[in-house]
């Protein structure tokens, strides 16, 4: 049976405006705490996907090739690394067979990577997995927008693709015989969005499409977002079809909330219930 397993190398901080868009404080404080510097907790929730023969990891955190200067601007706490993380659970990097790169922004794709013992050659982390995300999101990171620019760390993928080792994603389409990746481009062009059959229903990995459960609703678009008008369109499509067909929404950054379902309110569609995969 297919089993899903969090894996959690580190949390961090981010200031809590930023992560919620042109809501006000006044409002998004009722649901999330955040510090005296306005900073919210966020977690790098990546998920391992272990069908028996295929150990699928999606997303690898910061990683540990930037500068502690760096890091210390996320402000990063319960720091452990991929390798711990996956230990914890009887894995080895060794085990993973794939992984999935929902885009190439550096708090998902810095554990991608390792630098060898000389700490400039970069080193694959996954030495038996081939590496995958979508054309769309391999042009936008070689050649960034002005307000990407600062996300992207070529030394993060560059060398996986010079490897052979990451395979470009063109379409929308069937991964596996479990998982299906759908493709949102308002927060970054070409955001790979996969959708796992798991116990007879579907999970998606959020990524940065919803980062908390608390940005359901479809004014709360992070200010980080590319195109906000065309997060907001994409959410609505996604949130009306999801409801419908009892979708759990799995979060990659949401520290409190692992899990929601969702439902349609007077307001719109808004989560039902908090839980975590282990209660699935």
Not at 30 to 54: A, F, I, P, Q, W
Not at 116 to 124: C, F, K, L, M, N
Not at 221 to 233: K, N
């Amino acid at each position: 049976m297919i089993k899903l397993i969090p894996i959690i190398p580190e949390n961090f901080k981010m200031d809590g405006g930023a992560c919620f868009g042109v809501v006000p404080k006044s409002i998004w404080s009722k649901h999330v705490s955040s510090d005296e510097n306005n900073m919210v907790r966020m977690s790098s929730r990546c998920l391992l996907v272990d069908t028996g023969e295929r150990k699928i990891l999606i997303d690898t955190g910061l990683g540990n090739k930037q500068s502690e200067k760096y890091y210390n601007y996320y402000h990063l706490f319960d720091r452990k690394g991929l390798k711990k993380a996956l230990s914890e659970y009887g894995y080895k990097p060794e085990d993973i067979t794939d992984v999935i790169l929902t885009h190439l922004h550096f708090d998902h794709v810095g554990g991608a990577v390792n630098w060898d013992e000389d700490g400039r050659t970069p080193v694959a982390a996954f030495p038996n997995a081939t590496y995958y995300c979508s054309k769309a999101q391999w042009d936008s990171a070689n050649m960034p927008n002005p307000r990407e620019k600062g996300a992207y760390f070529p030394e993060n993928y560059v060398s996986l693709f010079e490897e052979g080792r990451l395979e470009l994603v063109h379409d929308e389409g069937p991964f596996s015989e479990n998982i299906y990746l759908e493709i949102k481009s308002g927060h970054t062009k070409g955001q790979l969005i996969p959708i796992i059959d798991f116990k007879g229903r579907k999970v998606v990995y959020m990524a940065d499409f919803i980062p908390f459960v608390f940005n359901v609703p479809l004014a709360y678009v992070p200010s980080f977002d590319i195109d906000p008008v065309q997060s907001m369109e994409e959410k609505e499509e996604f949130l009306n079809r999801t409801v419908n067909e009892d979708y759990i929404l799995f979060f990659e950054h949401d520290f409190d909330y692992e899990c929601c379902s969702l439902e349609q309110t007077p307001k719109g569609v808004r989560a039902k219930e908090v839980f975590s995969l282990s209660e699935i």
